[in-house]
């Protein structure tokens, strides 16, 4: 036990380079730190949970201080201020504890996260009727008061301890029989209940990954009127398509009965969620076998859906508007407002139309910290209507579908006078669900093949009857305004999986028509066909009048056959039902073929099938698989491959995914990537890079101002030694973008 006499030095603030100064629980400086400090004095009182400790003291030639004195001793008790320790009886375990001692222990523990104690196999005090004599004593708080945890003598070794902290320890002995005594040790446990207006959660930290069979509960609660913003700082859990082994779920309110969302896995961390009310709860559980890193998040008490601030509405019309709490004419500041609005009736499109002044403030930078977001559908991943601010009403807004989403974002500097919109249900002219059937079917856009009306945006989910069918949609037309970034008129084609992970999204915006094939097993069809300038809206590429407009698209769209013949450069390909288990007795194949001189590549997720290097079954096969081990990429030698699907009467299970792309360039080398997320490799994958290679990847600048999201490169490799190879995955919520080693790849995405 150390004890600080008089403690003065330098100020690190001033003088950053003399570092911190650590006090160690232990002999060397590789056991736990008990202490960091600069320039004030620690603790009064520091104790080691050995029998011995290491303070490390820094200086150097450029400051100086008059510096510290301090006494140390042999005893227990003490307050212990770390989130991790140990704590023995004297001598434990190779003699026997003293007589007439009495020890007091407070751990303090992590402020509103639960504690666990831990106790060694060996256990060993002086037995006595109710321990009358040596006993070893928990109590809740901070003295004997609190409520009792349990009173242990005897060698019975006691059970694990799960409570709150902090927690007051009392280890009594008498004059009489001794044993060889005790050693715990005490750590932070996981969920808790958190009553601050703001803090930190997620797995304990101290740990390198989460404990295996843990059913745990973090229930956050604010002051009433507040609702609770969670934000996640980092997040990786087992990856599952259904995430059935290791999840969290987050709950609006103190119980499960109200999920905010599904279970959460993987390692893409979960969008931003705001409670309804002044509650939040998340349920973390996971299963005895693999663990990982975990999760952390931040919560902040906010204005929420009770004060009127974002929501789920539903209804035929209605209006919001921006939060004025004080009633002093502008909006609050630190807001973050998100409404999902439905209308009552599905088969109705929802108009949007501001009342009465506009004012969000609006910088010159333009719309970055107060703005209005719109976007055409629910959440944040439906195609974006624009962000506004400044003192300019925004026109009317027609939305494809009967759903919005509107998020309202303020910071701490300028104000204004905010917003009020109102919604309404008017008579829909395009879109709806359409049934796939085993005949070919047509989707055309508005008038075509007569030009196309001005500010048409429209929706269509095209599906089977069983949801084990696949869907084929064939583009046979596409004429609209011409943008390399798709920023004016486009056509999106997206998936619509079970799992927002396993979908993905394809724009057409050129006159320059192609042929695009897609097979999933529910399909979104989303026009954006807004542009009022007729010498810019498509003049077709069989025509150069300026005065022409577009004639829109044609699409075709059919049940897949199992066995299925795809001609396109890239997109993906699943087994039937993925990520769901597939059905028994399959016996499918798949003939890809990309456009002539091309190299046909696949990358996998999880795999049971047969590739042939060529059109038939006849061709070399170059691999044969089963299990769940991705292998690695395939590189045909040509535009053209072969794939079989085999399933029998017995197990089955989630089966796979591909994407595919191909490149002019050579085997391997570059290609359209479709999807929000995936992974790709250099063409040498697995074999390495030559000696004193190098691979120049260069991300290209975007310049457009709207529309662009994230995008994150992982680069995997086990060393920095020549020879090794290089995989990288992505993730992104951009338009497009240009991503180049030595070969490039086009990343195609949804805005």
């Known amino acids: 036990m150390i004890e600080w006499n008089f403690f003065q030095l330098a100020n690190a603030s001033v003088l950053p380079w003399i570092g911190p100064q650590e006090i160690y629980d232990g002999s060397t400086t590789n056991a736990n730190v008990i202490q960091i400090f600069n320039t004030s004095a620690p603790s009064a009182t520091v104790q080691s949970s050995f029998t011995m400790m290491t303070i490390k003291f820094r200086s150097d030639a450029n400051s100086e201080g008059t510096g510290f004195r301090a006494t140390w001793s042999t005893g227990c008790g003490g307050n212990l201020g770390a989130l991790t320790g140990r704590i023995t009886s004297q001598g434990y375990p190779s003699r026997y504890y003293d007589d007439n001692s009495h020890c007091e222990y407070i751990i303090e523990g992590q402020e509103g996260s639960k504690l666990l104690i831990f106790f060694d196999d060996r256990f060993d005090l002086e037995a006595g009727s109710d321990c009358a004599y040596d006993y070893l004593n928990f109590y809740e708080g901070r003295d004997s008061s609190g409520r009792l945890l349990g009173s242990f003598c005897d060698s019975i070794v006691p059970d694990q301890i799960e409570t709150f902290g902090p927690v007051f320890v009392v280890f009594h002995t008498d004059g009489d029989t001794g044993g060889n005594g005790f050693g715990f040790r005490y750590e932070p446990g996981c969920g808790g209940t958190y009553t601050q207006e703001s803090g930190t959660l997620g797995t304990p930290r101290h740990l390198d990954t989460y404990r295996n069979a843990q059913n745990c509960t973090f229930l956050i609660q604010v002051e009433e009127g507040k609702s609770v913003q969670l934000r996640f700082a980092s997040f990786e859990l087992e990856v599952h398509p259904a995430c059935n082994y290791d999840y969290l779920v987050v709950y609006d309110g103190s119980n499960t009965s109200t999920p905010l969302t599904g279970k959460l896995c993987g390692n893409t961390p979960p ?27 931040t919560y902040q008490a906010v204005f929420g859906p009770s004060a009127g601030c974002g929501g789920s509405v539903t209804a035929d019309a209605g209006s919001i508007q921006s939060l004025d709490v004080d009633n002093n004419g502008e909006y609050e500041p630190y807001l973050s407002c998100t409404w999902n609005i439905a209308l009552s009736d599905n088969n109705k499109n929802m108009r949007l139309e501001f009342e009465g002044d506009f004012d969000i403030a609006s910088p010159s930078s333009g719309c970055i910290y107060d703005f209005l977001e719109i976007r055409d559908g629910f959440g944040r991943f439906a195609p974006l209507i624009g962000s506004y601010c400044g003192s300019v009403s925004p026109p009317a807004i027609l939305l494809s579908g009967p759903q919005a989403y509107v998020r309202f974002l303020t910071d701490s500097r300028d104000s204004g006078a905010g917003f009020t919109l109102n919604y309404s249900a008017v008579n829909r002219t395009c879109g709806g669900t359409l049934q796939a059937t085993n005949e070919v079917q047509v989707l055309q856009s508005p008038g075509y093949p007569n030009p196309y009306p001005d500010s048409t945006r429209c929706t269509w989910v095209i599906s089977a009857a069983d949801a084990f069918d696949k869907v084929l949609l064939t583009t046979t037309d596409i004429d609209i305004e011409d943008h390399t970034a798709c920023m004016f008129d486009y056509v999106q084609i997206s998936s619509f999986p079970l799992m927002r992970k396993y979908g993905f ?57 199992c066995n299925q013949n795809v001609t396109s450069g890239y997109g993906h390909l699943m087994s039937p039902g993925y990520p769901v288990s597939y059905h028994s007795n399959h016996d499918c194949t798949t003939r890809l073929t990309s456009p002539p001189g091309t190299f046909l590549t696949l990358y996998f997720d999880n795999f049971v099938l047969e590739i042939r290097d060529g059109p038939s079954s006849t061709s070399s096969e170059v691999f044969f698989g089963c299990g769940s081990f991705l292998p690695n990429p395939i590189f045909a030698s040509s535009n053209q491959l072969y794939l079989k699907f085999f399933t029998d009467g017995s197990e089955t299970f989630e089966g796979y995914q ?93 805005i």
């Not at 969008?271 to 998040?297: C, I, P, Y």
């Not at 097979?519 to 009022?532: A, D």
């Open 271 to 297: 969008d931003q969620l705001t409670s309804t009310a002044n509650t939040m709860l998340l349920n973390f559980v996971t299963d005895s076998s693999r663990t990982f890193e975990g999760f952390q998040a």
């Open 505 to 561: 999204d394809l724009l057409q915006c050129s006159c320059s028509f192609r042929v695009l094939m897609v097979i999933s097993y529910s399909i979104v069809v989303r026009t954006h066909l807004l542009h009022t300038d007729l010498s810019d809206k498509g003049t077709g590429y069989l025509s150069t009048d300026h005065n022409s407009a577009g004639r829109g698209f044609s699409i075709n769209y059919q049940i897949a056959d």
């Open 658 to 750: 591909i994407t595919y792309t191909s490149s002019s360039v050579s085997r391997g080398c570059g290609g359209p990537l479709a999807g929000t997320s995936g992974s790709f490799t250099e063409p040498k994958f697995p074999r390495g890079l030559p000696v004193q290679s190098h691979l120049r990847m260069n991300i290209l600048q975007i310049t457009a101002t709207v529309n662009i999201r994230k995008f994150i490169i992982r680069f995997v490799t086990n060393s920095a030694n020549a020879g090794d190879t290089v995989l990288f995955w992505f993730q992104s919520r951009i338009h497009k973008l240009n991503f180049s080693t030595l070969c490039e790849f086009s990343f195609l995405v949804s």
